[in-house]
C-alpha cells in the first residue's frame, strides 16, 4: 500500500485493523518507507512512501509544526492507496525521480 505525502511533512501514529499500532504488541516500529518518485502537483512536491500490508491508515502533519492555544496542530490522516493508484496519479502528474 502507498501514499503521497508534502515536502515539509511527516507520518505520526499508524492505524491497523484492530486500532492503532502498538509498538509493545508488534516489537517494532511499523514499516514507512519513501520511494525514489514523487509528483509535482499544482506546484507541490508529493513523495511517494511504502508501507506494510497491515497499516490502513497514517496521521500526517507539518513538520515544523506551530502550537496552537488548545494544543492540537495541524494533522490528516491518510488513507492508503494501492499501486495502481500510485501508478495512475505518477502518469497523469509531473513526475519527479530522486536518484540516491
Known amino acids: 500500500m502507498y501514499f503521497f505525502l508534502?515536502?515539509?511533512w511527516t507520518h505520526g501514529r499508524v492505524w491497523v485493523f484492530r486500532g492503532l499500532w502498538d509498538h509493545v504488541s508488534w516489537g517494532r516500529k511499523?514499516?514507512?518507507k519513501r520511494l525514489?518518485?514523487?509528483s509535482i502537483q499544482q506546484g507541490e512536491t508529493l513523495w511517494l512512501?511504502?508501507?506494510e500490508e497491515a497499516v490502513l491508515m497514517v496521521e500526517v502533519q507539518p513538520k515544523d509544526k506551530v502550537p496552537t492555544e488548545s494544543g492540537i496542530?495541524?494533522?490528516v490522516l491518510k488513507r492508503l492507496?494501492?499501486?495502481e493508484q500510485a501508478i495512475?496519479?505518477?502518469s497523469n502528474s509531473e513526475s519527479?525521480?530522486?536518484i540516491a
Request: charged letters at 15%; a negative charge.
Open 6 to 8: 508534502s515536502d515539509g
Open 30 to 32: 511499523p514499516e514507512i
Open 36 to 38: 525514489n518518485c514523487g
Open 49 to 51: 512512501y511504502a508501507v
Open 73 to 75: 496542530g495541524q494533522v
Open 81 to 83: 492507496i494501492d499501486a
Open 88 to 90: 495512475e496519479i505518477l
Open 96 to 98: 519527479i525521480f530522486n
